[in-house]
C-alpha cells in the first residue's frame, strides 16, 4: 500500500495502474476505492472518481457494481474483478453482477475463470448470452470438450445480433476439430490455437524463451531480410500445400507491406497490382496490418489470401489474417530506426534505410532464408513438412467466413513486458 500511495502522490498514474494490476486482489477494498479515487480525479474522470467515492464510503452491491462498471467501461477491468466478486458473494443469484464479472474476467483474458463463475449458474439463465459465454470461455481456456458440449446445447439465437457470434463460436469449434488431427492443443500449442481461434495458419514459432514464459512469441524483435525471406517461403510452402494458385499480388499503401508485396511478387513470378477490394485470387501481402489500411479485408474476395507478416499479439490488428509470419509485442522492421550493439560493445542507432521500394524488395529475395540468427537451447523442432501436413489436415476449414479479430491469447500465454 505504501508503494501505490506514493505513486499516486508523485502522480505516476500508469505507474500505479501497474502496481494495481499485480496487486488490487489482495487489497481492502476501501483502500483501492480511495487510490482510484484520486487518480481519477487526476486523470479528469469524473465517473470513475464518484463511484469510486461512493465505494470508499460504503462497499454494498450497488456501490460494487458501479464501480465495477465504470472500471470495465475504463479499459481496466481487473480492478472490477474484486469488487464484483464482493457484491456477487452478496448476491449470489443476480444475472447482472455475473454478467458484468464475466465481461471483466473475459477482457482481462482470464478465461477459466469466467468458467467457473458461469458454471454453476448457466442453466437458470438466458443460454443467450450465458451458455454462449460458458462455450466461448471453454474455448478460449483451451477446454474443447466442454466447449463443443455447451454449444451442443445452444440453441440458435433469436436475436440476429447474436447470429455473428453462434457462426464464429461454430467455425472456432470445427477448426479446432480439425486441428486436433495433427496437433496436441495443449498448453503450449501455439500454432493449432492460433488456427483455431482465428482461422490463421503461423508460419514461425519464437526459438527465443520458449520454455521461460514465451511459447513461441516474440516479446522484442528485431527483423531481419533473411527473416522475411523465410516467411515468404513458408507462405509458398503454404499455398502449395494447399493447392492455391493466386494469379496477382496486392500492394498494400504503406511502405513496408509495399516492400515485402514486391518482394513476393519477384518470388512467386505473380504480377504486383494495388490492392482491390473483392478482387478474385489476389494474395494480399501486409507487414504489419495495424500499420497499414486494412478497409476492405475483412470479407475476403473468392481465392484471395491475406498474409501478414509481423502480428502483435498484445494489440491484435482489426482482421486476423489467413498466413501470419510471426507474433510480436514490438517489432522492429529490416528498414526502421533500430538499435545494434557496436563494435566497441555499445548502443547505437541505426537511421531508417531510405532506399526505394524495389531495392529493399530485391534485398528480401537475396537473402539467405537459412541465415543462422542463434536460438535457444531445447526448442521444439518446427520442420516444413510439419507445417504443410496441417495445412493440408484443416484444408477444408481454411480460409472460410469473415476474418474476424481475435483480441485474446487463448490457451497459450505468454509472458508481456511494460
Same mark, same amino acid.
Given at each position: 500500500m505504501s508503494e501505490a500511495r506514493a505513486l499516486l502522490e508523485s502522480g505516476d498514474i500508469a505507474g500505479l495502474i501497474r502496481h494495481l494490476r499485480f496487486n488490487a486482489d489482495g487489497m481492502e477494498l476501501a483502500e483501492l476505492a480511495r487510490l482510484m479515487e484520486g487518480a481519477a480525479a487526476m486523470s479528469g474522470f469524473d465517473d470513475m472518481r464518484e463511484a469510486a467515492a461512493a465505494m470508499a464510503r460504503e462497499q454494498a452491491p450497488q456501490q460494487l457494481y458501479d464501480f465495477g462498471y465504470a472500471c470495465v467501461e475504463r479499459g481496466i477491468p481487473f480492478l472490477a474483478v474484486p469488487a464484483l466478486r464482493r457484491a456477487l458473494e452478496m448476491l449470489p443469484d443476480e444475472p447482472v453482477l455475473l454478467m458484468e464479472l464475466v465481461s471483466a474476467l473475459e477482457r482481462e483474458n482470464r478465461h477459466a475463470e469466467a468458467v467457473a463463475v458461469l458454471e454453476p449458474r448457466v442453466a437458470s439463465l438466458e443460454p443467450w448470452p450465458a451458455r454462449y459465454l460458458l462455450a466461448h470461455n471453454a474455448l478460449f481456456a483451451g477446454d474443447l470438450a466442454r466447449a463443443e458440449h455447451e454449444a451442443g446445447l445452444l440453441p440458435a439465437p433469436d436475436d440476429q445480433d447474436w447470429r455473428p457470434a453462434h457462426d464464429r463460436l461454430g467455425r472456432m469449434i470445427a477448426r479446432a476439430r480439425a486441428a486436433r488431427a495433427m496437433r496436441p492443443l495443449d498448453s503450449t500449442d501455439l500454432?493449432?490455437?492460433?488456427?483455431?481461434?482465428?482461422?490463421? %495458419?503461423?508460419?514461425?514459432?519464437?526459438?527465443?524463451?520458449?520454455?521461460?514464459?514465451?511459447?513461441?512469441?516474440?516479446?522484442?524483435t528485431s527483423d531481419g531480410f533473411a527473416t522475411c525471406r523465410r516467411g515468404l517461403d513458408r507462405l509458398r510452402l503454404i499455398l502449395d500445400a494447399a493447392g492455391r494458385r493466386p494469379v496477382s499480388v496486392g500492394l498494400l499503401p504503406d511502405r513496408s507491406s509495399r516492400i515485402l508485396g514486391l518482394a513476393a511478387a519477384r518470388l512467386f513470378g505473380l504480377p504486383a497490382e494495388p490492392f482491390a477490394p473483392g478482387r478474385p485470387d489476389v494474395l494480399v501481402i501486409a507487414y504489419d496490418l495495424n500499420e497499414t489500411e486494412a478497409d476492405g479485408l475483412w470479407e475476403r474476395a473468392e481465392g484471395q489470401v491475406l498474409f501478414e507478416h509481423a502480428s502483435c499479439w498484445t494489440d491484435p490488428p482489426p482482421v486476423s489474417a489467413d498466413v501470419t509470419g510471426l507474433l510480436h509485442q514490438v517489432v522492429k522492421s529490416p528498414?526502421?530506426?533500430?538499435?545494434?550493439?557496436?563494435?566497441?560493445?555499445?548502443?547505437?542507432? &541505426?537511421?531508417?534505410?531510405?532506399?526505394?521500394?524495389?531495392?529493399?524488395?530485391?534485398?528480401?529475395?537475396?537473402?539467405?532464408?537459412?541465415?543462422?540468427?542463434?536460438?535457444?537451447?531445447?526448442?521444439?523442432?518446427?520442420?516444413?513438412?510439419? %507445417?504443410?501436413?496441417?495445412?493440408?489436415? &484443416?484444408?477444408?476449414?481454411?480460409?472460410?467466413?469473415?476474418?474476424?479479430?481475435?483480441?485474446?491469447?487463448?490457451? &497459450?500465454?505468454?509472458?508481456?513486458?511494460?
Open positions: 500454432r493449432g490455437w492460433h488456427f483455431a481461434l482465428t482461422g490463421g %495458419l503461423l508460419v514461425t514459432i519464437s526459438p527465443y524463451g520458449f520454455h521461460d514464459g514465451m511459447t513461441g512469441r516474440f516479446a522484442y528498414w526502421g530506426e533500430r538499435l545494434r550493439i557496436s563494435p566497441a560493445g555499445e548502443a547505437e542507432t &541505426v537511421p531508417p534505410d531510405d532506399r526505394p521500394v524495389e531495392d529493399l524488395a530485391d534485398e528480401i529475395v537475396r537473402a539467405d532464408p537459412h541465415e543462422d540468427d542463434g536460438a535457444d537451447e531445447g526448442v521444439p523442432p518446427d520442420p516444413d513438412e510439419a %507445417l504443410a501436413a496441417l495445412v493440408r489436415a &484443416v484444408g477444408g476449414h481454411w480460409l472460410t467466413g469473415p476474418r474476424d479479430a481475435v483480441r485474446s491469447p487463448g490457451p &497459450v500465454s505468454s509472458s508481456r513486458f511494460g
